[in-house]
Every structure is written in C-alpha cells, then in structure tokens.
C-alpha cells in the first residue's frame, strides 16, 4: 500500500498538539558554546487498511444525550492521509530546572455524553478544568498514579478546575462513573519535549540536540509496540522506546509507519 508522503506540519502548530521547553545541559559551557537544537515533524501513518467505526455499545441507562451513533475514539486515524491521532511523544531529555512557560489550563467539556478532547497533554503546575456542557451532572473519575485521585461530581452547567502538580509515568485515565464508555487521558510528561499528534497524525517536536541520537518514548491507548518503519526503514521499539539519528538541519521530518498489529491488544 502507497503510504501519503510525510509533510512538515506548520510552525504555527497549537501548543496542545507539541508543547515543549529547551533542555539544560548538565555541563558547564563555555562563554560562547551555543547547543545547536532542532524542529523534529513527525507523521504518524497507519501501515494497513483503516479499520471502520466502531460503535459505541450504550447499554441501559434512563439518561443519555449523546449521538445515537456515537463512534469508539481510541483509534482514530485521518482516511486521507492515513494519519494516527493521539499518539503522545516524550524525548528522554531531563531537566533539573521547573518549566520556563507559564501555567496553563486546559478544558475538558462533558458533553454530548463525551469526553472532548480525547487527550490532554499538560504540565506539572498546569490546571485541568472539567466544563459540564450535559444537561445533567457527572461523576468525573482520574486514576493518576503520581498525583492525587480525583472522583468529582460536575454539576449541569458549572465547571470544576484543579491543579496537577506532579508529572506522570504514564497518561492516567478519566472515566464517569455514570456512563462507562465516557473516557479520556490526561498525559502529564516529565521530559521538557513532548508533543501529541492531531487529527493528521502530525506531532512538532522542538528544541532536540541536532546532529544527535535521541531515544523518543511513544504511547498510545490501544497500542504495544515492538517495530514501526521509520521513513521505510525497520526500527525497533523496546519498552515504547525507540531511537532517531537526528542530522544537523534546523528543520527535519521522519514518517513513522505503525502496523495494525501493534493496536491488536
């Protein structure tokens, strides 16, 4: 199958779909040593036939306001261009210093019996804001591993906002205990470059060490992965961790191929 060309995501790309902070280098440098950093675009492409919807199973419930046709979004995948959305890339850079950029928030509306946007990349210091847009309330679930677990009833109408003040290992996962099917992620990495891919498969990751191997962590909800190509090439992946040889450009782009296999848990 011809698999659509990668193609540079724009530099104006949202903060939500690549947020990122300059690594500090843990060595003295000298008084005129400048790090020479890149712009990574990434597209992530489907290696397969695209699966259809999937529909969501309501089940018995005495309320519901959502679509009749409301589709399974833990895999969503762009017929054009073949593109995965929501796949979340971590750089194995650290920092010991806080995040320069200030304190964001970001919504999550309940409504139409869903959780919209399906992911949420954040910060540690970030704010989360559930916005109740149903007209009735829900009981909204977090099951953080670093930070407190959060079980609160969003009345119709009104919003509840909270602060994540630790990173996590991984995405913790947001439920309502009224309608299981509701489901999100809020992911809030510890590497200053992170970047999660829009409806495109697109993801700008920015300020990597040019001319550098640097390991890239990817997670997605559905998927384990073993071995995706990258620009053609086999490239394993080990614990979701793989590794990119980057050159000296400033700009530079790569198309990750995942297989249909890696979302067959």
């Known amino acids: 199958m011809d698999l659509p060309p990668a193609r540079v995501a724009d530099q104006g790309v949202a903060q939500s779909d690549a947020q990122s902070a300059i690594p500090v280098s843990t060595q003295s440098p000298t008084p005129h040593a400048v790090q020479s950093v890149c712009q990574l675009s990434i597209q992530f492409v489907y290696d397969g036939s695209i699966p259809g919807p999937r529909p969501v199973t309501i089940g018995e419930t005495t309320v519901f306001c959502g679509d009749p046709g409301m589709v399974d979004e833990s895999l969503i995948v762009d017929p054009s261009t073949f593109g995965i959305a929501n796949i979340l890339v971590t750089a194995d850079l650290q920092t010991q210093n806080p995040p320069t950029s200030l304190s964001q928030t970001h ?41 407190p677990y959060v079980a609160v009833a969003v009345p119709k109408d009104r919003a509840h906002s909270f602060a994540v003040k630790q990173s996590e290992r991984t995405p913790a996962a947001v439920g309502c205990q009224q309608f299981p099917w509701m489901q999100s992620f809020i992911a809030v990495p510890d590497s200053p470059v992170a970047g999660l891919s829009d409806s495109t498969g697109k993801v700008v990751l920015d300020h990597l060490p040019a001319g550098q191997t640097v390991g890239l962590r990817l997670w997605h909800e559905l998927a384990k992965f073993d071995s995706v190509l990258v620009d053609g090439k086999s490239t394993p992946v080990e614990r979701g961790r793989l590794s990119i040889s ?14 249909p296999t890696a979302f067959e848990n």
Do not use: K, M, W, Y
Request: aromatic share 10%.
């Open 246 to 259: 980057l050159g000296s450009r400033e700009d530079q782009a790569c198309t990750i191929a995942i297989p």
């Open 107 to 147: 919504v999550i509306r309940c409504e139409g019996c869903r959780f919209d946007p399906h992911v949420v990349l954040a910060r540690a210091g970030d704010s989360i804001e559930f916005a109740n847009r149903d007209v009735f309330g829900h009981i909204v679930q977090i099951r953080f591993f670093d930070n």
